[in-house]
C-alpha cells in the first residue's frame, strides 16, 4: 500500500523555525514531483512549495526567503524547511506526490494526511 506520511509539524512562537518531513513508502517505482501544501482555517488550500525531480523549485511568493523545499531521492523523502514563521502560517500542511507505480501505470497524485502547524504571535 502507497502512503505519504507527514512529520515535524507542531507549535512554535512568532519567528521559530519548524522543519516538516514526508516520506512516501510502498511499492513505487519513481517519484516525480513533490509539493507541500496548506490550508488554514476558513481559506482555500494553496501551493507552498513545490520540487522536481531534478531539483527545481517554486514556491509562493507569501513564503519566498523564508522557507526552503528539498528531497533525498534515495530516501523517498521530501523537506520543508520553515524559517521566521509567522502567525498566518497556521494551518495544516500537506505533503504531495506524483508517483509512478508500475512500469505499466502512468503517474498520479498522492496526498499525506496533513499535519497541523501553529505559530502563536
Known amino acids: 500500500q502507497v502512503q505519504l506520511v507527514e512529520s515535524g509539524g507542531g507549535k512554535v512562537q512568532a519567528g521559530g523555525s519548524l522543519r516538516l518531513s514526508c516520506v512516501a513508502s510502498g511499492s513505487i517505482l519513481s517519484i516525480e514531483d513533490m509539493a507541500w501544501h496548506r490550508q488554514a482555517p476558513g481559506k482555500q488550500r494553496e501551493l507552498v512549495a513545490g520540487?522536481?525531480?531534478?531539483?527545481?523549485?517554486n514556491y509562493a511568493d507569501s513564503v519566498k526567503g523564508r522557507f526552503t523545499i528539498s528531497r533525498d531521492n534515495a530516501k523517498n523523502t521530501v523537506y520543508l524547511q520553515m524559517n521566521s514563521l509567522k502567525p498566518e502560517d497556521t494551518a495544516d500542511y500537506y505533503c504531495?506526490?506524483?508517483?509512478?507505480?508500475?512500469?505499466?501505470?502512468?503517474?498520479?497524485?498522492?496526498w499525506g494526511p496533513g499535519i497541523q502547524v501553529t505559530v502563536s504571535s
Open positions: 520540487i522536481t525531480s531534478s531539483g527545481s523549485t
Open positions: 504531495t506526490a506524483d508517483l509512478r507505480l508500475t512500469y505499466y501505470t502512468g503517474i498520479h497524485d498522492y
